[in-house]
């Protein structure tokens, strides 16, 4: 029977590489840090790293790491059940009182993913009497959650005010008994920031509930760390915050959704994710209370962060390149053709400089790009030698 099946995922695979769409997987044989080992056609080396998600270099930072240690020995390894069974730790109670505290919210639900925060909030809310109303470049997950829903489905233009209103009003017409907006704090391809403040104006307006997966932005956006909704003085207003400790906060995994007490209380029963999947290793729950510790003692992490994209933005603005505007650690070097962007990541990382080339369907057609993702642990001469391999891959392209 696979024989078949065999040759159609072979033919399959053969036309994305044909297309340069191909992304393959390196290996690194270090820690996540500012710089990596990683193996290049078998010849492991030591580049600098400007595609991780590592925006305070919190991945590897002695702190962390020590909590984390502790916490072995205290906790064990795994908790092998899910959370109503018997897989619940006060490790892990503790971190979402922390982290409720830290967004402003009333409760907090731990996931295994955020992905699987996404996948586990639209089912259980919204039924077929009701709407989501999402912008049209929203994480694959905020996608397929919305899809296991039944809610009627309303796509905005992204970031379009006008759009996401004429789109409120055909559901709240068509009799929309819950309405749901939804969107990214920080698109994470364009480094664009949703305008927060107009969309809780307009769910006022038009009686629905907000949503924000600010994966892209808590730990290091709004004045202390604590994402979009700080950044646009709107965290009173915000119905449900989904994020992950993937990122900013610590690197490891894992997922939550911070939001009104009876929200949370809902998921705690119906949300199939959560209900079903193992607890978050009680590690990464002690090592991200320590990240929290460190985000709400000094501020000098995010200050790095800010000053070193700042850098990097300008410098490659005065060497010609085309990056989209904005002030986000995403900077997309926009490049068009998706073969030229992967063949430019590779130079890159010919002269030590590890970046990833993004072309459809991660994002549209003829919008390849590179996405450069600043982090506090690098210095001001790692980001100076990331714009000078830029300038010498681009000229070794032209030649």
């Known amino acids: 029977m696979f024989s078949s099946v065999r040759d159609d995922l072979r033919a399959t695979l053969d036309e994305i590489r044909a297309a340069g769409l191909h992304k393959p997987e390196r290996v690194i044989d270090s820690p996540q840090s500012a710089t990596v080992n990683v193996s290049a056609g078998g010849r492991p080396g030591e580049v600098l790293n400007f595609c991780a998600n590592n925006y305070l270099g919190l991945a590897d930072h002695p702190e962390v790491i020590g909590a984390a240690h502790q916490a072995l020995d205290r906790w064990g390894y795994g908790m092998a059940s899910v959370r109503f069974i018997c897989g619940t730790q006060e490790v892990h109670k503790e971190l979402e009182a922390r982290l409720s505290a830290f967004l402003g919210q009333e409760d907090t639900i731990l996931y295994s993913s955020c992905f699987d925060a996404n996948g586990g909030v639209f089912e259980t809310l919204l039924g077929e009497e009701d709407a989501v109303i999402s912008d049209a470049l929203n994480h694959a997950s905020i996608i397929d959650g919305i899809r296991l829903s039944k809610a009627r489905r309303f796509r905005y233009a992204n970031r379009d005010l006008a759009d996401l209103e004429a789109k409120l009003k055909e559901a709240t017409e068509g009799g929309a008994r819950r309405k749901l907006i939804v969107t990214d704090g920080v698109f994470s391809m364009d480094g664009y920031v949703a305008p927060l403040g107009e969309i809780c104006d307009l769910a006022d307006r038009y009686d629905a509930m907000v949503m924000v997966d600010d994966s892209h932005a808590v730990g290091f956006v709004g004045p202390s760390g604590r994402g979009t909704p700080e950044l646009h003085g709107v965290m009173d207003r915000v119905d449900i915050i989904t994020g992950t400790l993937g990122k900013a906060l610590g690197g490891a995994s894992g997922g939550y959704v911070a939001a009104r007490a009876e929200i949370v209380a809902l998921l705690r029963q119906r949300s199939r994710p959560y209900l079903f999947s193992n607890t978050l290793a009680p590690v990464i729950a002690a090592a991200s209370l320590k990240v929290l510790d460190l985000l709400e003692s000094a501020d000098d992490l995010r200050v790095r962060l ?87 891959a681009r000229a070794e392209l032209a030649a």
């Open 306 to 392: 800010t000053e070193n994209t700042a850098l990097f933005r300008r410098r490659m603005t005065e060497e010609g390149f085309d990056i989209l505007p904005g002030d986000h650690a995403i900077t997309p070097v926009m490049i068009g053709d998706a073969a030229e962007a992967a063949r430019m990541a590779e130079l890159l990382l010919e002269r030590g400089v590890y970046v990833i080339g993004f072309s459809y369907p991660v994002v549209p057609q003829g919008q390849a790009r590179i996405r450069v993702q600043l982090s506090a642990a690098h210095s001001t001469e790692d980001v100076d030698r990331a714009v000078d391999a830029f300038v010498a």
